[in-house]
């Protein structure tokens, strides 16, 4: 069975895959249907929902709602898949050196890798983004810092279990080099987890960039929904749409992004789609 | 109770499993009849895939439902038809009356719970009685089954026993409350033949006392041959052949029966070759430890080690087939791997030809991995399935610095040499089955051309009929080429087959080694003895099939 009819299989994984791909339009498309700045004061604060010209609505100081959520779709989207591309690779070399060699460089790489576990992961990036100063380049490097570990852990794993198979015990007896068995042999058979757990990373890094962006860390010149939320946070009872669709927003990106990590999970285990 | 030999225990009438949609065959198991007498022991024979263990598991009804399921037919358990039974009396048969051992002992035993504390539970599900009498049932239970310190495997938990105590264990878990029938799913095919050998003996000797009827599953004609009261052969989920034991193995009526039968390899050793002088690999003195070495230990505990090759010396001919035969950890594979340089030795000479091997590093050693090559035993290991089989085949040579064109040129050659048709070049290794895998593993040895071929148990994962198919290639490729084999195997049976001197490592010593027709005419090391004593249905192949 091919992969797409495997994946189709799990609805929901369809649904967020759709879901999915409309935040991905509206991020593409900002531009298109609000081509000013989402900064721009558009008209009457805390106009309602449907009122003033506004669809969902405006902020204290006029800006449109509907507007910051097109905008900021795309920098959620875009910082993302920057910080998961970036932890993975990461990842990927901390994880198949230590795994492969084993030994002492495994320890030296597993004990720097556990020095960044040990911190609080919202925490440190906090921090990190205090020390380097909000921008969107800090953020990046902030939520990369702090999301690289798991992915060296997993493909630490990996390579463990693969580097004993007879397959790369032949590629030894063939006379193949390290860095090949390590980049023709192994990885493409760990590529599926390395998939899932990226996926499911997309989401954890939109969380953590709004999480960031609430607490005003956020690059100040960048629209995005965590900076939406804490802009509006003081009124809350008295103009509830200024948090509330933001926060939807946040919440159906990384429910979408989850379901679609769930059904690339299903599809890409093989052991899990014997049980089926 | 009534004339019970004229009463039938078991009584399968037309069963049918059916497999869930979408399966490569509409029925696991197809209009099958089979019955069982009290003390009769009735063995089903078949090759993996023919349907006999889940006919086994739908006696106990233990199917992996809801998808598999019996479809059709009747399980009549003394006048009960277990598959309409109520869960409750299904559950009351298992165990109570019908009881059943499993292939890997390990598994089927619960992992933190002591030995004793698992036969007692069986009591306390199905009988009351108090704690002291269950206790001494247990004990007296160990005891039968002749394991050494019943008190203390009482208390011990399954991984501090060996797979031939385990396997003991299950079987007196199995006969705890005395089943009428006993059901035995490959329960020797995990352990070494001495072990096998004496679990056989105790199957015999335990249904004699209590006159269970006993459903033995095997592939192993061999195990039939001496356990068997009467055989039922299996192909494809259909019933092809049954019988006394007897008649189904000297004088099979069906052909899937006399193929199977006739691929058996024979223990007649090979008749004696031609030997060349020229020595192509030998070892002197290998040495190679296990065993936790650097690294301080804390608590002070003393560090275990284990010396899985000692002293080990041999040396392979021009053209010879070397055997080196033992039991599960003897040492055997870790030799071969020390041969051929995927673990550093401890100590001791390597020769291939006349370069000494064992102190080269990677780069040095490169240019000497050509002559030495090596067949593995797990077919779907040892191909990765990420990779095109010709790429898998052609990679050797275009890192020896073949150029590619002709290196696939070579590659596709050898796919044919090996027996396989051209299109496998450019196909995943998943789109092919066991023994055309393992064509594959040789096409990838052969593809540099080696002097020496290391096979590490190259035909154990196999049936026997393909089996016999790949000693067949791996002998003609021999022939071709005039390569030299070290081969590794447990199965006295291959490697009087295959080689022409056998070496029998025990504890990673060499403890004998010679000319095969010498060894297996006139052992001299006990150990080899023993080997040669245990081998299965020994009495029975010196009766030649016709």
Known sequence: ?276 | MSDTTSQKLLDIQNLSILLPDGADRRYAVEDISIDLSPGETLCIVGESGSGKSLTARAVMGLLPGPKVRVGDGAINFLGEDTTKVTPERLRDIRGNEISMIFQEPMTALNPVMRIGDQIDEIFRFHVSMPAKERAARALQLLTDVNLPDPAGIMRAYPHELSGGQRQRAMIAMALALEPKILIADEPTTALDVTTQAQILKLIKELQQQHHTGVLFITHDFGVVADIADRVAVMQYGKLVEMGTVHEVLNAPQHPYTKGLIAAIPKLKPRAAREQSKESVLSAHGVRKTFGSTGGFSLFGKKDRVVHAVNDVSIEVHRGETLGIVGESGSGKSTMARCLIRLMDIDDGEIYVGDQEISKLDRKHMRPHRRRLQMVFQDPFASLNPRIRVGQIIAQGPILQGVDKEEANKRAKELISIVGLEESAFDRFPHEFSGGQRQRIGIARALALEPDILIADEPVSALDVSIQAQILELLDKIRKQMNLSMVFITHDLRVAAQVCDRVAVMQYGKVVEIGPTAELFGDPQHDYTKALLAAIPGKDWQTEDVA
């Open chain 1, 1 to 276: 069975m091919s992969f797409w009819k495997r994946f189709a299989r799990n609805r929901q994984a369809v649904l967020g895959m759709f879901i999915l791909a409309l935040v991905i339009l509206m991020a593409l498309f900002a531009g298109a249907f609000y081509p000013d700045d989402p900064f721009r004061l558009a008209g009457k604060p805390l106009a309602p929902p449907g009122t003033s010209g506004f669809l969902l609505g405006s902020d204290s100081l006029g800006r449109d709602v509907a507007s910051g959520i097109a905008h900021g779709a795309k920098t959620s989207i875009m910082i993302g898949l920057v910080a998961t591309v970036a932890a993975v690779f990461i990842g990927v070399i901390f994880g198949a050196l230590s795994g492969y060699y084993g030994g002492k460089i495994d320890d030296a790489l597993m004990r720097v890798t556990e020095m960044f576990q040990t911190i609080p992961s919202f925490v440190f990036a906090i921090l990190l983004v205090a020390i380097m100063k909000p921008s969107i380049e800090s953020i990046v490097i902030a939520i990369t810092v702090v999301s690289w570990p798991g992915v060296a852990r997993l493909v630490r794993g990996e390579f463990l279990a693969l580097k004993n198979r007879e397959f790369v015990q032949a590629c030894h007896t063939l006379g193949m080099g390290d860095i090949q068995i390590m980049l023709r042999e192994i990885l493409p058979n760990c590529v599926s987890p390395i998939i899932v757990v990226g996926s499911l990373m997309v989401a954890t890094a939109i969380l953590i960039e709004s999480g960031l962006a609430f607490l005003g860390l956020g690059d100040p010149n960048i629209m995005s929904w965590g900076f939406q939320i804490g802009a509006g946070r003081t009124m809350l009872r008295s103009a509830w749409w200024v948090c509330t669709f933001p926060g939807i927003a946040i919440l159906v990106t990384v429910l979408a992004i989850n379901l679609v990590g769930e059904g690339l999970n299903d599809a890409l285990n093989p052991r899990l789609r014997e049980r089926q």
